[in-house]
């Protein structure tokens, strides 16, 4: 049947830079079954990556091709044999395939610890990252980094794999998500190659694991992990770890796999606070070569508060816009461009939630917030409420402060304050990213 994968990349090269084909589609496999073309991912980070930006140009223009409408599809694989044959067959993860070739290859190179934004929201995570990438199997071992998705986890990870490559290119490091690493295992079973996964994983230098709380409920994987995890330790080699939550939290998790997740580090990374999403998104435009406003990025970071990976969503679709219709990218032309996205967003939070969200934190009635008494008790979160709304909504001065009964100038001084206290008040900053992360979610 008919390669057309390579002729799609050769379509793509006028409308993409170059640093964009060969970190997300270069790595790309094609297998094709009459009208519907499967691309295969070397891992979870580019498969991600391609569905969210580029799925829909590459079904386009496969279609432009084949002289017919394609659906595409993007799994995580490798079509290259088991046997050593030239034939080309499906991948099972590639667990059934030689592991050696699971070293070092999946590491996404533009992942670095020095391309990864710091913010009050990450900086410990990023500060445990540096100290583990600098030495292995010493400093934290295991660290695990938990939060939410989209947040950066897959970042660091990648980049303490890459640090650690660049001092020692012989170094043997494995990147793999949880899923992935449970799939090679049912393969091995099914294949009778236990041995052979069980000797590859037990040798590694590095063992760099994604979304481990896939495990939870899954008996034989955690006893199989956690015999391996032993060996790794025992031989003090490098174990990280990527969760949704602090794994004490996890539900159907060995209660020794929870004790031996918490033996190094674990460090949580947070929703990025307005400046560090400022960051992000003038930091990644400047690795695509893209030239973007200040007051755009402005404009994205205020309204696409809580994902990374969907700053980089926005980012990218304004990028593909603005090439395929040579318009530059203002503020203007971001609003029309993202005005789906952006409607989303601007739903999922209005000023009588967090009016609601603030008085039930605080155990008070709603209309306590725009009432006139002054008592700390109340005016304290009042002005959080304030700040938040701030934050989290389009609304102006004038119309948040007409919300709670009070005129622009103390919804100005409600956000001077709390970014004040913030800074110097532990628990009234808990208590803002917990309101903002609810409000947010």
Same mark, same amino acid.
């Not at 002729?7 to 060969?22: H, I, T, V, Y």
């Not at 498969?47 to 930006?53: A, G, N, P």
């Given at each position: 049947?008919?390669?057309?994968?390579?002729?799609?990349?050769?379509?793509?090269?006028?409308?993409?830079?170059?640093?964009?084909? !060969?970190?997300?589609?270069?790595?790309?496999?094609? %297998?094709?079954? /009459?009208?519907?073309?499967?691309? $295969?991912?070397? &891992? *979870?980070?580019?498969?991600?990556?391609?569905?969210?930006?580029?799925?829909?140009?590459?079904?386009?223009?496969?279609?432009?091709?084949?002289?017919?409408?394609?659906?595409?599809?993007?799994?995580?694989?490798?079509?290259?044999?088991?046997?050593?044959?030239?034939?080309?067959?499906?991948?099972?993860?590639?667990?059934?395939?030689?592991?050696?070739?699971?070293?070092?290859?999946?590491?996404?190179?533009?992942?670095?610890?020095?391309?990864?934004?710091?913010?009050?929201?990450?900086?410990?995570?990023?500060?445990?990252?540096?100290?583990?990438?600098?030495?292995?199997?010493?400093?934290?071992?295991?660290?695990?980094?938990? !939060?939410?998705?989209?947040?950066?986890?897959?970042? %660091?990870?990648? /980049?303490?794999?890459?640090?650690? $490559?660049?001092? &020692? *290119?012989?170094?043997?490091?494995?990147?793999?998500?949880?899923?992935?690493?449970?799939?090679?295992?049912?393969?091995?079973?099914?294949?009778?190659?236990?041995?052979?996964?069980?000797?590859?994983?037990?040798?590694?230098?590095?063992?760099?694991?994604?979304?481990?709380?896939?495990?939870?409920?899954?008996?034989?994987?955690?006893?199989?992990?956690?015999?391996?995890?032993?060996?790794?330790?025992?031989?003090?080699?490098?174990?990280?770890?990527?969760?949704?939550?602090?794994?004490?939290?996890?539900?159907?998790?060995?209660?020794?796999?929870?004790?031996?997740?918490?033996?190094?580090?674990?460090?949580?990374?947070?929703?990025?606070?307005?400046?560090?999403?400022?960051?992000? %998104?003038?930091n990644k435009a400047d690795i695509l070569g893209v030239h973007l406003p200040r007051d755009v990025a402005m404009l994205v970071a205020q309204r696409i508060r809580t994902n990374v990976r969907e700053l980089e969503g926005a980012l990218h679709r304004l990028t593909a816009?603005?090439?395929?219709?040579?318009?530059?990218?203002?503020?203007?032309?971001?609003?029309?461009?993202?005005?789906?996205?952006?409607?989303?967003?601007?739903?999922?939070?209005?000023?009588?939630?967090?009016?609601?969200?603030?008085?039930?934190?605080?155990?008070?009635?709603?209309?306590?917030?725009?009432?006139?008494?002054?008592?700390?008790?109340?005016?304290?979160?009042?002005?959080?409420?304030?700040?938040?709304?701030?934050?989290?909504?389009?609304?102006?001065?004038?119309?948040?402060?007409?919300?709670?009964?009070?005129?622009?100038?103390?919804?100005?001084?409600?956000?001077?304050?709390?970014?004040?206290l913030r800074e110097i008040d532990p628990q009234l900053n808990e208590d803002y990213e917990s309101l903002q992360r609810l409000l947010s979610s």
């Amino acid at each position: 049947m008919e390669d057309i994968w390579e002729p799609c990349l050769k379509r793509l090269e006028g409308k993409l830079q170059e640093d964009e084909l !060969g970190t997300w589609l270069r790595p790309l496999q094609m %297998l094709r079954s /009459g009208g519907h073309i499967t691309l $295969l991912a070397p &891992n *979870r980070v580019v498969q991600e990556q391609v569905r969210s930006t580029y799925a829909d140009l590459i079904r386009s223009n496969l279609s432009a091709l084949a002289g017919y409408d394609v659906s595409v599809d993007v799994m995580i694989g490798d079509q290259r044999p088991a046997d050593g044959s030239g034939a080309s067959a499906p991948a099972t993860d590639g667990a059934a395939g030689p592991f050696d070739t699971y070293l070092n290859a999946r590491l996404n190179p533009s992942y670095t610890l020095a391309s990864f934004v710091e913010g009050k929201s990450n900086s410990q995570a990023r500060a445990a990252s540096e100290l583990v990438a600098a030495t292995p199997g010493t400093a934290y071992n295991p660290l695990l980094i938990y !939060g939410e998705s989209g947040l950066g986890k897959t970042h %660091l990870m990648h /980049g303490i794999g890459n640090a650690i $490559l660049d001092r &020692n *290119r012989s170094a043997r490091i494995v990147y793999v998500g949880a899923e992935q690493w449970f799939n090679q295992m049912v393969s091995a079973i099914r294949y009778a190659r236990q041995t052979e996964f069980k000797d590859f994983y037990r040798s590694v230098d590095t063992l760099l694991i994604d979304d481990i709380h896939f495990l939870a409920g899954k008996e034989h994987s955690q006893e199989e992990f956690f015999h391996t995890f032993n060996v790794l330790i025992d031989g003090r080699k490098q174990i990280v770890l990527t969760c949704d939550r602090y794994p004490r939290e996890l539900n159907k998790l060995d209660e020794r796999l929870k004790s031996r997740f918490t033996w190094g580090l674990s460090v949580p990374i947070e929703p990025p606070d307005l400046e560090t999403r400022v960051a992000i %998104l003038l930091n990644k435009a400047d690795i695509l070569g893209v030239h973007l406003p200040r007051d755009v990025a402005m404009l994205v970071a205020q309204r696409i508060r809580t994902n990374v990976r969907e700053l980089e969503g926005a980012l990218h679709r304004l990028t593909a816009s603005s090439r395929l219709t040579g318009h530059p990218i203002t503020r203007d032309f971001a609003q029309a461009c993202l005005r789906d996205m952006l409607a989303t967003y601007d739903r999922q939070v209005s000023l009588d939630a967090i009016k609601q969200c603030v008085a039930e934190h605080y155990k008070l009635r709603v209309n306590d917030l725009s009432s006139a008494r002054r008592t700390r008790s109340i005016a304290r979160p009042r002005q959080i409420a304030m700040a938040l709304a701030k934050e989290l909504t389009q609304r102006s001065y004038p119309e948040i402060g007409e919300a709670f009964g009070k005129d622009h100038t103390t919804v100005l001084h409600a956000c001077k304050r709390v970014r004040e206290l913030r800074e110097i008040d532990p628990q009234l900053n808990e208590d803002y990213e917990s309101l903002q992360r609810l409000l947010s979610s």
